[in-house]
């Protein structure tokens, strides 16, 4: 069954350095997101994208944050400059219509 | 404002013992609601996507029923392997494909 992959399963920065957090959709979908779930709370929606474009963010995802789709498979999202509240899981998603299908995630610790 | 409560925050069940997790929501419209699986540290797993009241969707042990003001997740017969986090999400009609979500009701079934 097809599904979407996200690595790594874990990262650990310092603060102020920059992450990149890498993303394969799964491959007939069009739409592409990225999520994120601080410990104990909403899932919470970052940025979506669609046609080589963002198509809406959030509050959160401000200069800190951009995405790119530099090939036809992987789905990037970097943080630059990460900050301690910046420590999350972050969660790659796609979707054709409808229903949008989450990876496992990518649980970020900036210490 | 668009809004997801989901109740109880969390319910145990002895196994066997059938019951319904509660999502009502505020939109301004409603394009589509969703619900989701979430094991601790893993990502959402989709299982349902409702579109109009009185829809109803199964899968196994589970049915989930959509009326014009809030969703039920019916669970039947519950097993421990059902023991998870369960989200619901719903989708505007506005120019958006952002999920927003509800906190969850965090299910434990015991044998």
């Known amino acids: 069954e097809p599904e979407v992959t996200q690595t790594p399963s874990h990262q650990v920065t310092q603060m102020g350095q920059e992450v990149i957090l890498r993303c394969v959709p799964i491959s007939n979908h069009l739409y592409f997101y990225w999520y994120r779930q601080i410990l104990g709370q909403k899932v919470e929606f970052l940025v979506s994208?669609?046609?080589?474009?963002?198509?809406?963010k959030s509050e959160i995802f401000d200069d800190q944050f951009s995405v790119e789709r530099p090939d036809g498979s992987n789905f990037t999202l970097k943080i630059r400059s990460t900050k301690l509240e910046d420590s999350a899981m972050y969660f790659c998603a796609s979707s054709a219509t409808g229903g949008a299908f989450f990876g496992q995630g990518t649980r970020l610790t900036v210490v | 404002e668009d809004q997801v409560t989901q109740s109880p925050e969390a319910l145990r069940l002895q196994e066997g013992e059938s019951s319904s997790l509660n999502c009502s929501y505020t939109v301004s419209g409603l394009r589509g609601l969703f619900w989701y699986r979430q094991d601790p540290g893993k990502g959402p797993e989709f299982l349902f996507t409702l579109y109009s009241a009185g829809e109803e969707k199964e899968k196994e042990r589970l049915k989930a029923t959509l009326t014009k003001k809030e969703s039920f997740l019916h669970i039947t017969a519950p097993k421990p392997e059902d023991s998870a986090t369960y989200l619901c999400?719903?989708?505007?009609?506005?120019?958006?494909?952002?999920?927003?979500f509800g906190t969850g009701t965090r299910l434990q079934v015991f044998p």
């Open positions: 994208f669609y046609n080589n474009e963002i198509s809406e």
């Open positions: 999400a719903v989708q505007a009609p506005r120019n958006t494909d952002k999920l927003i």
